[in-house]
């Protein structure tokens, strides 16, 4: 199928690119600049999601529309209320109009776990209202769709905005992780390449019309995941915990009373939690030390001895 990804350049849209690209699918990123990430067998298109003249082209000949593009960020939607509406829902709103005069078979839409939590701010706010949208195009107009409610993400390609990567990145630069919080909240945290599979997955008509939870198979203690980055990297990170004043996140769930449930899809096999993290060290020690040689079982930093 031809299948347009928007926001296809940044931390998941390029997984779910490459996963949709592995399975023989014509891909197209649209985003604002360009993927880094990109593919001899894929296409790339700059632009805005909010030009609603570029949307109406680039989305013509597509079969299936994957949505990933706005703020992803917790805590940036809650510092930028304007530009999480801009963004996020008339993006949204803008794209699905666009779909729906171009015939399209479905609209696959990045929304999150914490869509109908008390938790989440204004980025849960976005969430719901794109989410309200999506339903009331389908009745309106027979846009068939399937909204992925992602959990928390971990795996290559990420940055400093993802909790994980900031961790392991303390970790390997500083000998020490800060961690703001009781190490009492629980995750179920997914790897990314385990949500991009499974996000392919859902094309199948079985899943038209609904909404599906992406979250890991297990659960997970902030503190447990704290001492497993130290053993991994060797016992002399130091962990200092310290009080949290964010008040966008939850504790031990992101879920409340809600009528709109979603099933929950886990990838079988999936990747070892231990497995993903040596694989995020490694990406970050690259990225963090330029020159690295191996010694005596140590990377060894040459320019800070």
Known sequence: MNILITGGS???GSHVADALSDADHEVTIFDSHKSRYLRPDQKMIIGDVLDQESLNKIVKGQDVVFHFAGIADIDECASKPVDTAKY???G????LDACRKANI???VFASSAYVYSVSGSFYAASKQACEIFIENFSKLYNLKYTCLRYGSLYGKRADDRNSVY???KQAIQNGKII???TGEEIRELIHVQDAAQISVAILKPEFENQYIILTGAEKMRYIDLLEMIREMLGTKIKIEMLPSERKAHYKITPYNFS????RKMVNNPHIDMGQGLLQCMAEIYENVHVKKHKEMGLFVNREQE
């Open 105 to 107: 078979k479905r609209f």
């Open 88 to 90: 996020n829902i008339l």
């Open 179 to 181: 961690y703001h919080g």
């Open 166 to 168: 900031r961790l392991i």
């Open 92 to 95: 949204t709103v803008q794209l």
């Open 259 to 262: 009528p709109k449930l979603g």
């Open 10 to 12: 940044g931390f998941l």
